[in-house]
């Protein structure tokens, strides 16, 4: 996403050499959308595996709907736009098949189960190799499940944002769904660098992000020291040691986080490598607790299209 949007201007040739370099050191699942942009980012990443499209377990969604010039159109879960959202998606990334084909947001005026009926199609027809859903609640991801196969839900989940553990996790494990994390890093602040938990540059939403703004920004980088310090115990980066706790939650969880340099790549990478003592994972529990987290995910309309 941050290639192309959200988090200030892109560089379309980095960004490149960042996916081929993931490729090249065994990274192997990606991650987009087509609200990234919009449409921009599932071009991007087309051009960038054109020739390693067998190396890739390609993963995009639908349902934020957006147009060209970037105006939100809301949430569409309605069976007629399925199936459009997703011959546009192929199209943009030139492939024949999307491996992982998500529900981006559940429209709450439609039925999931017509919204499931639509994407049922599309892998019946060949256009779809799996489904997942995002940022929903445990009950729908059961009606979900119950229309077809649910392979993976994706939520928000990192060390200060712990809301899949209200039954969301429990429901996956129940029905046998593996559960993809974005903002891992919590889209940025949990690092070592001072730019990430600041917004500053032109076209970061982070400037008016609920949790990187005023008091909530001063309370929640005390939590951040508090992750120096004990990376700084075990010699490792905070980043590292965010993405290694989301890690450890189980084999079942799979972090995705978004960088658009190949020396944050790297460093990310190398969170894969560190197994975390029950000590050091209470320890960081302990540092940053659900309750000391100040700020909602997002601004108020976007905290009403989750857990949907």
């Keep these: 996403m941050g290639m192309s949007e959200f988090y200030g201007v892109g560089d379309d040739a980095e960004s490149v ?17 087509d609200m990234y942009g919009p449409f921009t980012n599932e071009r991007l990443v087309g051009r960038a595996i054109a020739s ?10 639908f349902g934020n709907q957006r147009t060209e010039d970037g105006t ?15 011959d546009a998606s192929l199209a943009r990334l030139g492939v024949d098949v999307i491996d992982l084909y998500y529900q981006h947001r559940v429209d709450q005026t439609v039925p999931v189960e017509e919204t499931w009926g639509a994407m049922k199609s599309l892998v019946e027809a060949g256009k ?14 059961e009606r979900a499940h119950a229309v077809h196969p649910v392979t993976a839900v994706q939520s928000e989940y990192s060390l200060w944002t712990r809301d899949p553990e209200d039954g969301v996790l429990d429901t996956c494990r129940r029905l046998g769904i593996g559960f993809v994390a974005y903002s891992p890093l919590g889209r940025g602040f949990l690092t070592d660098e001072a730019a990430n938990r600041t917004g500053t540059a032109d076209g970061d939403f982070r400037k008016h992000h609920p949790r990187f703004v005023g008091e909530a920004y001063e ?4 939590l951040v020291q508090s992750l120096e310090s ?8 905070v980043a590292q040691l965010a993405l290694a706790w989301v890690l450890s939650r189980g084999e079942d969880v799979v972090a995705i986080p978004g960088t658009k340099r190949r020396r944050w790549l790297y460093e990310n990478i190398g969170a894969s490598d ?5 000590e050091t994972i209470a320890a960081l529990e302990a540092a940053v607790p659900r309750s000391a987290v100040v700020g909602d995910r997002y601004h108020e309309s976007g905290m009403r299209t989750i857990n949907g």
């Design 52 to 61: 390693r499209r067998d190396e890739v377990v390609l993963a995009t969604k």
């Design 274 to 278: 560190l197994q975390l003592s029950a």
């Design 219 to 222: 309370q929640n980088m005390k």
């Design 17 to 33: 050499a960042v996916i081929n370099t993931a490729l090249d050191e065994g990274v192997n699942f990606l991650d987009t959308a």
């Design 230 to 237: 004990i990376a700084a115990g075990l010699d490792v980066r």
């Design 72 to 86: 939100s159109l809301g949430v569409n879960g309605r069976p007629e736009y399925v199936v459009a959202a997703c």
């Design 128 to 141: 779809v190799r799996f489904l997942g859903i995002s940022e929903a609640a445990p009950a729908t991801i």
